[in-house]
């Protein structure tokens, strides 16, 4: 008990006091690796991670925490499981932590994929529920995404009707990789209206880097309904997705339900260390902002250049026309040394690219000009 609360007060405020002095060493020990933009250690805009790394809070606080890294991490798990309940302004039990929020979409799968359940998702969208879906053998239902490349919520709609067990609906708002909104209201008002034979899994992993006002999280439903299943990461935003920390936001009684499959001590000391930190660096979000907002306007302005559209971006990474298969596409860029993503069916003459720092996509920038005038493009 003393040592939670030591770590819930002491060690998070020893950690910022101490920030100075650890700096200067952990700046250098921790600065974010770039690739060195060879096809061997290619420049890496494939994988929706944040290009400057882990804010400098969570670097202090994941170095103090190798001092506890042989103890097993239940104790700051809760502890810090209580703070992130509190910053998000819902009951501790309302949440459960995952090695980073895959897992909490297999937990999930897994609780609710067997006696017959369909998965019902949007086409293409984030695959990971669909492949967790193959142990249990539980159908899949792909609908594809409307004109605005949304949800095609009717259509899903049609198909839970349709269904005479429980459907899982996966709904990635954001959705990964078109980068594009679902209507929030049209999202709230089917789950307040659907029966308990409909579960929600809403992916809410861009959820900070959306700036558009209509856009509305479903976390405030979590207290309601049982059939509702929030899932969020510190991967994107904070910059933590080789350290692994998600979680997800339900109901107590789904909690319960969907806990039954984690693993035992599923977290870690450090990323539960840095992911606690990351939740007071504010400087460090508004940084990653910034710097998302700026990379996206270097990529708007060449894709315009170029005459390729851009789908309406609402994330760290966008979906580009490219005119040309992507398979030849990527093995070019990779060529070049700049990993771009991988192939989306049916979206097989568009790119999904992540991106980088402002810099690294200036070199994205000469790089697809140097196609063009190749005629590649
Ligand atoms: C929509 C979406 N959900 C979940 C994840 C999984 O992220 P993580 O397991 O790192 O939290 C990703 C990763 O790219 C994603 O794009």
Partial sequence: MERRLFLRTGALAGATAAL??????????????????????????????????????????????????????????AAFQERLAESLGVASNQLFLGNGSTEILQMAVQALGGDGARIITAHPTFEDVATYRLPLGTELIPVPLDSRFAHDLGRMREEAARSRSLSIVYV????????????????????????????????????????????????????EYRNLLVVRTFSKIYGLAGMRMGYGIAHPDTVRRMTAYMAKSNTNQLAVAAASASLDDWAHVQRSVDSNRAAKAVVLETLDELGLEALPSHTNFLMHHIGVDVHGYIDRFAEAGIAVGRPFPPMLQYNRLSLGTPEEMGRWADTIRDFRRRGWI
């Fill in 172 to 223: 990635c708002n954001p959705n990964n990789p078109t980068g594009t909104l679902t209507d929030s209201r049209e999202v709230q008002s089917w789950i307040q209206e659907a029966d308990e034979d409909v579960f929600f899994i809403v992916d809410e992993a861009y959820f900070e880097l959306v700036d558009d006002p209509t856009y509305q999280s479903c976390l405030p439903l979590t207290r």
């Fill in 20 to 77: 100075p002095h650890r700096l200067a060493g952990a700046d250098a020990l921790f600065a974010p690796v770039r690739g060195a933009g060879t096809r061997q250690d290619p420049l890496r805009l494939d994988a929706n991670e944040n290009p400057l790394g882990l804010g400098p809070m969570a670097r202090a606080a994941a170095t103090e925490a190798f001092a506890v890294a042989n103890r097993y991490p239940d104790d700051e798990a």
